[in-house]
């Protein structure tokens, strides 16, 4: 059973920066990535990592988060800049694995960001 971990979160001022992390237990993932989800809306992608380092981020967060992965692919970082009130969200770390012909997604528990001054 794979078991996402995350840690990092917290309240920050506006232009603050957080760096969250996401332990996975097990390996052979194909891509891991980060969501959130604010009061009221919709889960919604944050960034996400490929197993060959390919990245993606949507506009809001492009060139302000920057994702990253260990070597030995089973940890998934998100390094946060310039965070705006429009940040806070609860963040949830996701891991996705191919089994046979299907694919898996794995979530962690969530952490809290609040960016409020």
């Known amino acids: 059973q794979v078991q996402l971990v995350e840690s990092g979160g917290g309240l920050v001022q506006p232009g603050g920066s957080l760096r969250l992390s996401c332990a996975a237990s097990?390996?052979?993932?194909?891509?891991m990535g980060w969501y959130r989800q604010a009061p009221g809306k919709q889960r919604e992608l944050v960034a996400t990592?490929?197993?060959?380092?390919?990245?993606n981020y949507p506009d809001s967060v492009k060139g302000r988060f920057t994702i990253s992965r260990d070597s030995a692919e089973n940890a998934v970082y998100l390094q946060m800049n310039s965070l705006k009130p429009e940040d806070t969200a609860v963040y949830y770390c996701?891991?996705?694995?191919?089994?046979?012909?299907?694919?898996?997604?794995?979530w962690g528990q969530g952490t809290q960001v609040t960016v409020s001054s």
């Open positions: 996701n891991a996705r694995k191919i089994t046979g012909m299907s694919i898996s997604d794995y």
């Open positions: 097990g390996s052979g993932f194909i891509a």
């Open positions: 990592i490929t197993r060959g380092s390919h990245t």
